[in-house]
C-alpha cells in the first residue's frame, strides 16, 4: 500500500525554526521527485518546493532562502527544514510524490 507520512509540525514562535519529514512508502516510485505544498485556513492549497531524485530544488518565492527542502534517498524520506518562520507560514503542510498525498501536518507560526 502506497503511502507518505509527515511529521515534525508544531507550534513555534515567529523567527523559529522547524523541520518536517515525509516518509515514503509501498509502490510509490522511489525515483519520483518529492514535493511540499501548504494550505493555510480559506486558501487554496499552494505549492511550497519540490526536490527531484538527484537533488535538483525549487522553492516557491514566498519562502525562497527561508526554506530548504533535502531527502534521503535511501531512506525513502523528503525533509523541509523552515526557518525564519512567519505567521503567514501558517498552514496544513503536504508532502506529494507520484500523485500520491500524505495526510499533512500543521504548522502554526505565532507573532
Known amino acids: 500500500q502506497a503511502q507518505l507520512a509527515e511529521s515534525g509540525g508544531g507550534l513555534v514562535q515567529a523567527g523559529g525554526s522547524l523541520r518536517l519529514s515525509c516518509a515514503a512508502s509501498g509502490s510509490i516510485s522511489r525515483l519520483s521527485p518529492m514535493g511540499w505544498y501548504r494550505q493555510a485556513p480559506g486558501k487554496q492549497r499552494e505549492w511550497v518546493a519540490t526536490i527531484t531524485y538527484g537533488g535538483t530544488t525549487n522553492y516557491a518565492d514566498s519562502v525562497k532562502g527561508r526554506f530548504t527542502i533535502s531527502r534521503d534517498n535511501a531512506k525513502r524520506t523528503s525533509y523541509l527544514r523552515m526557518n525564519s518562520l512567519k505567521p503567514e507560514d501558517t498552514a496544513v503542510y503536504y508532502c506529494?510524490?507520484?500523485?500520491?498525498w500524505g495526510q499533512g501536518t500543521q504548522v502554526t507560526v505565532s507573532s
Open positions: 506529494s510524490s507520484n500523485n500520491y
